[in-house]
């Protein structure tokens, strides 16, 4: 019964941050792998950054410099802080978990959360 609820989003111009949270419950971010995605209507869904049990990053090419993944083990809690946003950063946030030890952009996820909203203009 895993369930993942983000917050954060919201609208915002260009060059500004945003802190996009992630708390998970029947999941323990210490033990697997988590990671952030984007969507736009009409595309296909964009993996941004996953981070592992042990706190190995990994970023796409788009967001690398400018975005960062976290987590705090004790709250149970994963972020992507972002910054120098562009109008191209515009899309539906999600954050999704994998509980099977490989962690990365290229592996599959198994729960995911109904996303935040990123609008920049």
């Known amino acids: 019964h895993v369930q993942l609820v983000e917050s954060g989003g919201g609208s915002v111009q260009a060059g500004g941050s945003l802190r996009l949270s992630c708390a998970a419950s029947?999941?323990?971010?210490?033990?697997?792998?988590v990671g952030w995605f984007r969507q736009v209507p009409g595309k296909e869904r964009e993996g941004l950054a996953t981070?592992?049990?042990?706190?190995?990053?990994a970023y796409a090419d788009s967001v690398k410099g400018r975005f960062t993944i976290s987590k705090d083990n004790a709250k149970n809690t994963l972020y992507l802080q972002m910054s120098s946003l562009k109008p191209e950063d515009t899309a539906m946030y999600y954050c999704?978990?994998?509980?099977?030890?490989?962690?990365?952009?290229?592996?599959?996820?198994?729960?995911w959360g109904q996303g935040t909203q990123v609008t920049v203009s």
């Open positions: 029947g999941y323990t971010y210490s033990r697997y792998c």
């Open positions: 999704a978990a994998r509980t099977r030890g490989m962690c990365g952009l290229s592996y599959e996820f198994d729960y």
């Open positions: 981070i592992d049990s042990r706190g190995i990053t």
